[in-house]
Nanobody
């Protein structure tokens, strides 16, 4: 699976962005998916995850209620809708895929085998 993330940019606090992650190779339905972010000097953290069935989702406390993860099976694409962005959301955002046979949301970074290249999101105050 090859993942290509896009949609980052420079925005002001309160603005919205939608990140996209297009998969090629094997189809996304075989994988649990997630969005991670990383700032310099800190570990990469998961902020949102979605299960195979699209029913189950996970959000980190820091983004709960503002971000929404979704996937379009027909387009083999994962999305992250980010609303009411804050300066502390500034980071490099990565999409990732984890092979899965069960309908669970995966949050352990060690389980994610495939990664996009990252897209930078910068939020000014």
């Amino acid at each position: 699976v090859q993942l290509q993330a896009s949609g980052g940019g420079l925005v002001q606090a309160g603005d919205s962005l939608r990140l996209s992650c297009v998969a090629s190779g094997r189809t996304l339905p075989s994988y649990a998916m997630g969005w991670f972010r990383q700032v310099p000097g800190k570990e990469r953290e998961i902020i949102a995850g979605i299960s195979l069935s699209l029913i189950h989702r996970y959000y980190a406390d820091s983004v709960e209620g503002r971000f929404f993860i979704s996937r379009d099976r027909a387009k083999n694409t994962l999305y992250l809708q980010m609303n009411n962005l804050k300066p502390e959301d500034t980071a490099t955002y990565y999409c990732a895929a984890a092979p899965s046979r069960f309908d669970d949301v995966l949050t352990d970074i060690a389980l994610f085998e495939y990664w996009g290249q990252g897209t930078q999101v910068t939020v000014s105050s």
